[in-house]
């Protein structure tokens, strides 16, 4: 018995452990995994642009999205596009209480 867990465990390790000759691509990446924790432009667009028009409507925006979406549609035609999307304030990231030592103070 103790053989037979053995050789799984090492089959499920080389299994894990695989690597392949293939570059990753940026459609290998998971979404918001683009060094900052935050989607890009595509991401965003995609999730929120319900009915694929290429934009986002005051009704489809969510969010730190919905909530400036007056000072994000810059042209002021009632959509953001994805260049308003892109020159967008990217919102704060929000740490955890105490500085993400678990409320912990550094010393």
Sequence with gaps: MK???????????????KSTDEPITESDERPGQNGKGQPN????????????????????????LKNDFT?????????????????APKPERQGPPGG??????RR
């Design 100 to 105: 993400g030592q678990g409320g912990q103070p």
């Design 3 to 17: 053989k037979i867990n053995l050789i799984l465990l090492l089959a499920a390790i080389a299994i894990s452990c």
């Design 41 to 64: 432009v595509e991401e965003v667009l995609s999730k929120l642009d319900t009915n694929k028009d290429g934009k986002i409507s005051k009704d489809e925006a969510q969010g730190p």
């Design 71 to 87: 000072k994000i549609d810059t042209n002021k035609d009632g959509f953001i596009s994805k260049e308003e999307l892109a020159n």
